[in-house]
């Protein structure tokens, strides 16, 4: 059974700096490519961009680009979200997705809650 | 890439069927064979519904099917109950290394 578990909500001022993870397990880490999902409040789903585990190739969409870094550990089958700098605007809940071959969602974490605020 | 348009809400009573669109371009829907649906609960994770446009994944209930016609791909809902009351989100392939887009979701209302 394919699993992801995220790592728990966080509380944040602006200017911090915080990265969150998604432990796999249930299949080979490597064979697929991982990513994440944002949700703001009260809002739809954003693809924000995806890592292959197998040779850290990452892929952003363009409004995530240069806003957030996406990588992963092989070796403890992990996927991680980091931002350097945060603001308010980054407050949402962040899903771990796995897709299958053609980078659709297959499989959800259970969602990190961010808050950023002052 | 652009997001894939959905109507905002739809409903239907008990027993009834309803359909949901989800409208996008030559480059992604009506491109590929490749589109998903999740439903939402309220503050749950999003669940894969239909996947390849009319495949469902094992313990999803066959009153929920998809199909495509052109640029738009559906998803309709069978036999309505009131557990189906959900956001409904769709999302396209769009090409090899490309992010393929949601829709902007649609809350179903079971009346």
């Known amino acids: 059974e394919v699993q992801l578990v995220q790592s728990g909500a966080a509380l944040k001022q602006p200017g911090e700096s915080l990265t969150i993870s998604c432990k796999a397990s249930?299949?080979?880490?490597?064979?697929?490519?991982i990513g994440w999902v944002r949700q703001m409040p009260g809002k739809g789903l954003e693809w924000m961009g995806v890592?292959?585990?197998?040779?850290?190739?990452?892929r952003y969409s363009p409004s995530f680009q240069g806003q957030v870094s996406i990588s992963a550990d092989r070796s403890i089958s992990t996927a991680y979200l980091h931002w350097s700098s945060l603001k308010a605007s980054d407050t949402a809940m962040y899903y771990c997705?796995?897709?299958?071959?053609?980078?659709?969602?297959?499989?959800w974490g259970q969602g990190s809650l961010i808050t950023v605020s002052s | 890439q652009s997001a894939l348009t959905q109507p905002r809400s739809v409903s239907g009573s008990p027993g009834q069927s309803v359909t949901i669109s989800c409208t996008g371009t030559?480059?992604?829907?009506?491109?590929?064979?490749?589109v998903s649906w999740y439903q939402q609960h309220p503050g749950k994770v999003p669940k894969l519904m239909i996947y390849?446009?009319?495949k469902r994944p094992s313990g999803v209930p066959d009153r929920f099917s998809g199909s495509k016609s052109g640029n738009t791909a559906s998803l309709t809902i069978s036999g309505l109950q009131a557990e189906d009351e959900a956001d409904y989100y769709c999302?396209?392939?769009?090409?090899?290394?490309?992010?393929?887009?949601f829709g902007g979701g649609t809350k179903l209302t079971v009346l």
């Open positions: 999302c396209s392939y769009a090409g090899a290394y490309t992010l393929g887009p």
């Open positions: 249930g299949y080979t880490f490597t064979r697929y490519w």
């Open positions: 890592t292959n585990p197998s040779d850290s190739d990452t």
């Open positions: 390849d446009v009319t």
């Open positions: 030559s480059s992604d829907v009506g491109g590929y064979n490749y």
């Open positions: 997705a796995r897709p299958g071959d053609q980078w659709l969602p297959y499989y």
